[in-house]
């Protein structure tokens, strides 16, 4: 990261003041806990790069699907592209799929096999007959 910003410049004079005066008139200075002052004084190695803020993206999750498990997804879902959701779930716990109907669905989502009605439809879907006032 090569820009310097705001944030890192608040942070590095409130380190500096920390240092100075301590970290309890720092922070009634600041206004902010003492806590979040120890924590970037930790991480300040005299640079304004070191006060960067960092990626939140976990490094892995342990209970991820597995390769096995995604290619027996989209195996059986070519094989049967017009299964409901609950019946291709139980297609494949019979083939050994152990995740939950609602990890199932997430994969899905996230492979495009499947889309995600969030309810947002158009007018013209649900177009009003002025004469019946039906749906």
């Known amino acids: ?14 380190i500096l003041y920390s240092f100075k005066y301590g ?13 979040y002052i120890y924590r970037w004084r930790k991480r300040y190695d005299g ?6 803020d960092k990626s939140h993206r976990p490094h892995h999750h342990p209970n ?11 195996n059986m ?7 409901g959701l609950v019946v291709f779930w139980v297609k494949l716990r019979q083939r050994g799929y152990t995740r939950s109907i609602t990890g199932l669905y ?7 096999q499947i889309r995600h009605y969030a309810g947002n439809f158009s007018q013209k879907q649900f177009k009003i007959n002025s004469k019946n006032k039906t749906l």
């Open 77 to 83: 879902r070519k094989r049967n592209p017009n299964a």
């Open 1 to 14: 990261m090569n820009t310097i910003t705001q944030t890192m410049r608040f942070r590095q004079a409130l």
């Open 23 to 35: 970290v309890t008139k720092a922070a009634i200075r600041y206004k902010v806990n003492r806590q």
């Open 47 to 52: 640079t304004l790069q070191s006060l960067a």
């Open 64 to 74: 991820q699907h597995t390769p096995e498990e995604l290619k027996l997804i989209s």
């Open 106 to 112: 997430r994969i899905l989502r996230k492979q495009g």
